[in-house]
């Protein structure tokens, strides 16, 4: 039994925050009613043109209209505030009621929430306008100053505090649009950051794999497709396989050192450098490639070009061996005068191998162009009259 008020009104606040413009509406049609029932008219007599005073229900004339009014405030506030000033006026120039200043007042929190920047400053100016035009007439009316003065001071405050709030509450609903846009951007800038993060991890992690591991697979199929494809003796056999296992183990200890740092989340897959060109030299040469090699770069060359220079050397050598079988292959490495170093790989003569599916997908120098463009060098390459040619220009000092 003790709990029924408290859900009674429970749903009344319910409805009134549903149906609110009807709820004031019939507020506001309720205290018209009750004013003219006590008597509540005559407020603004100063301005009245009436030769006597009249009954109070005439209040009802332009009170109830004016409470019609509220019912569709949310639609054109501010074209039925126009509404509600002229019945303003007419309630003031005869019975002087209370209900058509507080719906005006009311539309006018409704225009002026509702309106933007610039035609809030246009309310305001509105607003100054219509009490110094009735404070003019309060003292043209009855010649006394201090009444002008009284009735400005009274329309202004009531006004004003009015505009003031709603400007308030419109300057705090644009603060929190503004700030959840904010907040929007800032959530779709760091999706859009994490999810570059993610592209750039998958483009290194590609890389490191492809660097790491394709030219040991590429030579295990090369070299195996070797030994089906000609009839050699025992020794040449477990030669070839030999060649097969020693690939088979540097891919998989590859493959290991690069699962390692994906786990752990530690450290940067170990990149080859140039003291391992020897063995790559010597593989290239086990392949059956004639190479030859020009090193003339400093001992010491930062890290990143080291490695870069080293996985163009490799990639080159692949695909000599993919493609150019037998070839003649010349390195060069060398310094310029402007501190950059430069990278020649050429090879003339050779054959591709027979089995299609060992042919690359031509991954391998876009990766090492990219390489080359992130420390802000260049990597072309391309056929020559006798061959193939791979051409690298990479800075001496890497940019921070």
Known sequence: MRERPAGFV???????????ALADALGYAVFTIAAAALG??????????????VSPWWSLVTGLPACALVLFRARAPLALLGVALALLVVDLLTVGGVTTLIVA????????LAASASRRRRI??????????????????????????????????LAGTCYWYATSVAQAHELVALHRERAEEAARKAEDERAAVVRREREQMARELHDLVAGDVSAIAIRAEAALSIDGSAESDR?????????????????????AVLRTGDGAVAGARRDSLGDLVADARRDGLTVRVEDSLPPRIPAPVDQAVTRIVQE???????????????????????GRVLVRVDSRGGAAVTSPQIFGSGWGLELLRERARALGGRL?????????????????EVPA
């Open 10 to 20: 429970t749903t009344v606040v319910a409805w009134v925050r549903g149906h609110r």
């Open 40 to 53: 509540l008219v005559g407020l603004w007599s100063v301005f009245s043109l009436l030769p006597q005073p």
């Open 105 to 112: 007042l009311d539309l006018l929190y409704a225009a002026t």
């Open 124 to 157: 305001l100016v509105g607003v100054a306008i219509a009490v110094v035009a009735a404070a003019a007439i309060a003292l043209v009316l009855t010649g006394d100053v201090r009444i002008g003065v009284l009735m400005g001071l009274q329309l202004g405050a």
């Open 239 to 259: 030669a070839a396989l030999r060649a097969v296992r020693d690939s088979s183990l540097a891919a998989h200890q590859a493959l290991r050192s690069m699962i």
């Open 316 to 338: 080159s050598l692949a695909n000599c061996v993919r493609h150019a079988a037998g070839a003649d292959v010349e390195i060069t490495l060398r310094a310029d005068d402007a």
């Open 380 to 396: 072309e390459a391309g056929p020559r009259p006798d061959g193939w040619s791979v051409r690298a220009t990479l800075p001496m």
